[in-house]
């Protein structure tokens, strides 16, 4: 074996989210795109002497965040229309400019961007709802992140397509093409059920169940969306896509801020995994997710950051820290989310709503190489009591110090190993000139 193909990190620390286990003393070995051990250092030393080492002093690894909602491309709208409510906020602004300003290049520059965000803050798979994801999957491919990639579906035409049957073509297109990537995942991705009728509901739900796709949807992200689903069709919209068959534990269900007991009934009964967006929904005043509630009737919960255009950033640690104080104000109970569940929430969580949990979203033998260390070499979480806390309540994304994707290191002291980072802040202006170009 090339001492190049073994890598051995020895932190202080090391969080693998089995058995909510921390580790001192310990090194984690990777081989090629594997953990290949987790062993004591001093036995780690002997065993892989050959190996390259990283010494992680006072720093914690863990798995990487999996950050299960958003939508890449729209970081170049980033702060283009801010401090409105939802729907006017999407059909005054983000729904005309998209119209405009949507296409390939549009999307592989801005999934470039959100790529680069989300590894320098420790995100080492992504979920993403947008036009063109066969392009944005080619970019998370060309740069060695992991990704899975819905394709919106809605009764009208966009920039991606005239209507559902082609949109549902061109998703199935980009299935074949990255089926046998290691990767990169194609799902089918209804927008939500005010946008996409019964029939393109129905007919995603059979073309996945024939696949093996995942599906994502927007649901019960306000409530007037709720309000107005009664009075038009006397059902919730969690009932009325139960009743198209709809439901499966295949399907995340993002947003729902409203969660009555006959959705979280439905919920519970087809094993759907919701998909938490705390800070989108904080900043466009939509609701709060009941998380508590959903936990302790054991419904899987997973963290998304939304889009950059709604958030303003893809930082899942700061997504973590919003998530677990919200819990606790809406719970008013002090012990909802405690720090652990938090984590798992940004990390194995969202491994397990992916259909992913067997390959990430902890550090376990033969599980792939999706790892960030924590650096508490700062001001900012001295003294250290409890680093797992520490990780929710204490840090910042600018702790982020190493970042592996299968293997391969991404970020290293801080600094993104593949990105120029000059020239992505200014193709990033290039755009925002000519969206918003500056009147004379």
Known sequence: MTTHEISLITPKWILTLENDELLTNHSLVIEQNIIKDILPSEQAHLEYCDAQEYILENQLIMPGFVNCHGHAAMSLFKGLADDLPLMTWLEDHIWPAEGQWVSPEFVADGTKLAIAEMLKSGTTSFSDMYFFPEVAAEVAAQYGMRGTFYGPILDFPTPYGSGPDEYIEKIIHAHDTFK???????????????????????????????????????????????????????????????????????????????????????????????????ESNLKLASGFCPVHELQTKHINVALGTDGAASNNDLDMQGEMHTAALLAKGVAQNASALPAIEAIKM?????????????????????????????????????????PVSHIVYSSSASQVDHVWVAGKLQVQNKQLCHFNTSQLIEMAQGWADKICPKKD
């Not at 969202?350 to 070499?377: R, T, Y």
Request: negative net charge; glycine residues 8%; aromatic residues 8%.
């Open 180 to 278: 046998h990537h290691p990767l990169i995942d194609i799902g089918f991705g209804p927008h939500a059920p005010y946008t996409v009728s019964d029939e393109p509901i129905k007919k995603v739900r059979s073309l996945a169940d024939q696949l093996g796709m995942p599906i994502q949807i927007h649901l019960h992200e306000t409530e007037f969306e709720v309000a107005d689903a009664i009075e038009k069709t006397g059902k919730r919209p969690s009932e009325r896509l139960r009743d198209l068959g709809f439901w499966g534990p295949d399907v995340q269900a993002v947003h729902v801020t409203q969660a009555n007991e006959v959705d979280q009934h439905i919920f519970k009964e087809h094993n759907v995994h919701i998909i938490h967006c705390p």
């Open 346 to 386: 940004a990390t194995i969580n969202g491994a397990k709503a992916l259909g992913k949990e067997n390959e990430i979203g902890s550090l376990k033998v033969g599980k792939q190489a999706d790892i960030i260390s924590f650096d508490f070499n700062t001001i900012y979480c001295a003294p250290v009591y409890d």
